[in-house]
């Protein structure tokens, strides 16, 4: 074994503790060896040490097989992205070993499922620990050696190993008793495996905190899901796509207990229409697709807009085009749900920045399709939904659901498309006794009959259009950091938002004179208020994950100011605050 | 009781004169009549077509949607308010063309809706194409030299599905049909009604007379509808095939399982557009999340 100062000491801080305020570990194998479990295991015993956690799983569109990892970092203050580099790789296999190597700092340490012996490489601690051979000794297989790997960070991060039984014993509790014996023996095994082994040279990576307190953990699906229950979802249909299948999965769980209608269906073309029926029928209304099923969903959309059926959409963008990268990242459908439609019908787009934004951006969707009888979609990505996120708390909104409805007077008299200052017509549900309901796609007058009338189809056109003036009145504000004034304005949107903000708060820590802002409402455009902040501006950047600068196009064409730099990434992979900065640094200045 | 005319929306008529349509719109009527519903409490969802202008000429509420999408709309609406009497409503190429998938699926979930088809083997509404129920050889301008394909056959399709109430009607048997849209409407699952409609304008071969020195009602030759194997035997005979082939009409199979509304827990507990959101419940919801401290 090395000496102490050899190869744990990171920060150099001798065998003082240090306290860490941003630590990244990494989970790293195969599918099927239980990497995305052991992830959540070490997620939640941390969270419970009083730490925020934001864990991103990078996997691979398979079932076994190929190279994941989940990336965790653990920080005193909430993060909403991940960083470039390790400090510590918990790596299940030799290749996974191999590969995430590369992304320890200079003084990391990589612990991994190996008879080898130790040693320091490249200013890195190599550790070796044979999982495998003492999970079999105690009976266990593959998962099991994860346990082990598991425990053996318990020693080296100095965190006690209660916290990580108890966490397994609640994660895997309906595996029964023999198991749950056999995962306590494993943790303890890798602990002391740790503790002997490597005694006395662990520097104490996360130590239990101080201060505590208690914080939800969930991922930004899960977020969405929530916000569908607090706006009082009735009806969500889905065909299982990543990364919107979880929202799927969430809610079909709860349909029960909250009496909603939750329908897995044979193809987004069915499942948009079924949505369709069921706001026309007068239920809160959603689905949750990716790019594929959204192009397949786009023409429900425009019968929504044409007969104003108030329903939301959740678009889990990922990249494309076809395919793409199932379980990966990417904002290359900025423009394609901006602007998604056959001729034109008012619609929104809102695009959360983190799972608390995209909570409460749900709850708002529900509210504005409800209010203005519009599609409203949420635009989101693989980043968002699929990482876990710490909160402190989500607070019930009281959101305005109600529906612009109003009984007339006379039976049989009710006029759906009735003409109005606002463009939104009462709205009653088909059932309603001694009215009825008339509804289509074809342009239609007042009572909802076909019409091909000439004055007609324009007083009807104008009438759906007028409501977006009342949409712009809804609009939520730019987010802005640090505050109004940089030389350099970085401007963003969805999910961007955790990566960037980090990232300016690096330059603006190094001298930069520097500002971002966030925009969550795409459609409509803060054109007005935009423009205004990027007037006082030397240099405008646009930072997004798409290959053509979308984002940039859009400020263009809703604002008149072109961008004077775009930085873009499309390879599937986040953004990081950290490499974000460094793409920054040149343009914005700031000691390097 | 309200009469067959009381359920007549006033109004034009886009449809050729002497269209099948009308005696299916005509049928339509009586059963809705018989069955003494309220105009308030019915719900047609169309498709595309001059099948999919029907619901502007009956009195009820409707939702006139996109090509090939009839059967999931009427899904939504019923499942989101089972209170409705919903029907769906296309031609063939509508629901066996572009909505041919979600037929399929549709007679596997059986949900208590009734579907009524159009079917008169040809598109009228864009000026005569071969559709999926053409017979092979159908000459149109798309297709010169005669569609290729055989044609789609809806209730051997319905029979392999185990579809709950399959059957077949003919526009101008208007007490036949009437009493097949009566129990079709009544029945506790899918109600599918495959109706032969003959099309005045682009179909000059399955015309009105063809159709009348042909069809027969299985009703009279001691047909079990649980009988899948002799249902699908039925299904087969056609014309096509042999010229002096008949064309059976009436309830051709009937699988016994229970409709999908009636599987559906969460409708027990009363319409989902009734739903209130609680907010304890949300708030344990979101508690479910919470991360309980160091132990």
């Known amino acids: 074994m090395g000496s102490a100062t050899g190869w744990l000491d990171w920060r150099a801080a001798g065998s003082r503790i240090t306290i860490v305020t941003d630590v990244t570990v990494v989970v790293a194998g195969e599918a099927g060896l239980g990497v995305q479990s052991a992830g959540t295991v070490l997620t939640r015993q941390l969270v419970r040490q009083g730490y925020h956690v934001f864990a991103y799983p990078n996997v691979m569109s398979r079932i076994r097989g190929g190279h994941n990892f989940t990336s965790i970092r653990v920080s005193e203050r909430p993060k909403a992205g991940i960083r470039t580099q390790a400090n510590v790789v918990l790596a299940l296999d030799e290749q996974a070993a191999q590969e995430r190597k590369a992304d320890l700092i200079e003084g990391g340490v990589l612990v991994y499922d190996s008879p080898a012996e ?31 790997g598991l ?145 397949l969903m786009v023409e429900g959309i425009g019968l929504a807009g044409m007969a104003e059926l108030p329903l939301v959409v959740v678009v889990g963008m990922r990249p494309g085009p076809a395919t793409g990268f199932p379980t990966r990242t990417e904002q290359a459908e900025l423009l394609y749900a901006a602007d998604c439609s056959q001729d034109e019908f008012p619609r929104v787009v809102l695009a959360p920045g983190t799972a608390e934004q995209a909570f409460y951006a749900t709850v708002r969707a529900f509210g504005l399709a409800q209010r203005f009888q519009s599609p409203v979609i949420v635009l989101t990505d693989q980043f968002l939904l699929d990482s876990s996120w710490t909160v402190g708390n989500l607070q019930l909104p009281i959101a305005n659901l109600q529906l612009a409805g109003r009984q007339s007077g006379a039976a049989y008299s009710f006029r759906r498309f009735e003409i109005t200052e606002s463009g939104v017509s009462p709205f009653l549900r088909p059932g309603t006794r001694e009215q009825l309901v008339m509804s289509m796609g074809g342009e239609h007058d007042e009572s909802g009959l076909g019409s091909e009338d000439a004055g007609n189809r324009v007083r009807m056109m104008e009438k759906r259009m007028r409501k977006l003036e009342g949409l712009r009145q809804e609009a939520a504000g730019l987010h802005e950091f640090p505050g109004r004034g940089g030389a350099t304005v970085v401007v963003c949107f969805g999910s961007v938002f955790g990566p960037l903000r980090e990232a300016v708060e690096i330059l603006a820590g190094e001298g930069a004179d520097i500002g971002m802002v966030h925009i969550s409402d795409i ?70 | 009781m309200l009469t067959a005319e009381y359920w007549s929306r006033a109004g034009e008529n886009a449809w050729c004169p002497g269209c099948g349509n009308f005696g299916i719109l005509s049928a339509l009527k009586q059963a809705l009549a018989e069955l003494q519903l309220e105009p308030w409490r019915v719900c047609i969802v169309s498709g595309i077509g001059q099948a999919g202008k029907l619901p502007h000429y009956v009195k009820c509420n409707f939702l006139h949607g996109l090509h090939g999408r009839a059967l999931p709309t009427a899904i939504g609406v019923k499942l989101a308010n089972p209170g409705l009497k919903v029907i769906a409503v296309g031609g063939d190429g509508d629901m066996y063309g572009e909505g041919g998938g979600a037929l399929l699926h549709a007679f596997r979930r059986n949900p208590e809706i009734a579907c009524f088809v159009h079917n008169n083997g040809v598109y009228g509404l864009t000026k005569g194409q071969a559709s999926p129920t053409s017979a092979a050889g159908f ?28 059957a077949r009607g003919f526009a101008g048997d208007r007490e036949g049909l009437t009493r097949l849209m009566v129990l079709a409407l009544k029945h506790k699952g899918f109600g599918f009604i495959d109706i032969l409609q003959p099309c005045v304008t682009y179909n000059k071969v399955n015309t009105h007379k063809w159709y009348q020195e042909r069809v027969f009602d299985i009703g009279t030759r001691q047909h079990d509808p649980l009988d899948i194997e002799r249902a699908l035997e039925r299904a087969r005979e056609w014309p096509e095939a042999d010229p002096e082939g008949r064309i059976p009409l009436g309830l051709f199979y009937s699988a016994q399982r229970p409709s999908y509304d009636e599987q559906l827990p969460v409708l027990r507990q009363g319409a989902p557009v009734e739903a209130r959101p609680d907010p304890r419940k949300v708030e344990q919801a979101i508690e479910e999340f919470r991360q309980h401290g160091r132990d």
Request: charged share 20%; net charge neutral; hydrophobic share 45%.
């Open chain 1, 118 to 148: 130790p040693m320091i490489e490249a200013g890195r601690s190599i550790l070796p620990v044979p999982m495998t051979a003492i999970a079999k000794r105690l009976g266990g297989g593959p998962p099991h050696a994860g346990v082990v």
């Open chain 1, 151 to 295: 425990g053996v960070l318990c020693a080296l991060n100095s965190q006690p190993l209660r916290a990580l039984q108890a966490v397994l014993k609640e994660q895997f509790e309906a595996r029964g008793a023999e198991a749950g014996r056999l995962n306590a023996a494993c943790a303890q095994a890798g602990f002391e495996y740790g503790r002997e082994r490597f005694r006395g040279v662990c520097p104490c990576l996360i130590p239990e905190l101080a201060s505590w307190e208690s914080r939800l953990l969930l991922t930004g699906a899960q977020a969405i899901g929530l916000g569908a229950l607090a706006a009082g979802v009735q009806f969500y249909a889905g065909y299982p796509m990543s990364p919107s299948t979880a929202i799927l999965e969430y809610l079909a769980g709860k349909a029960e207990e909250f009496g909603i209608v939750v329908e897995q269906v044979e193809d987004e073309v069915s499942v948009i229409n079924m949505v369709a029926g069921a706001a026309f029928a007068g239920a809160r209304a959603m689905t949750a697709t990716s790019g594929g099923g959204f192009a």
């Open chain 1, 523 to 592: 459609v409509p455009f803060p054109a007005k208020e935009l423009a205004q902040r990027l007037a006082g501006a030397k240099t405008v950047v646009c930072v997004e994950q798409n290959s053509t600068g979308q984002l940039a196009r859009l400020v263009r064409r809703e604002t008149g100011f072109g961008p004077d730099e775009i930085i873009l990434r499309f390879d599937g992979r986040p953004f990081t605050g950290d490499g974000l900065a460094e793409r920054l640094r040149p343009i914005a200045g700031g000691a390097g």
């Open chain 2, 139 to 166: 000459r149109t301008r798309a297709t010169p030299e005669g569609t290729a394909l055989p044609g789609f056959n809806p209730l051997a399709a319905g029979i392999a599905m185990s579809g709950t109430f399959v």
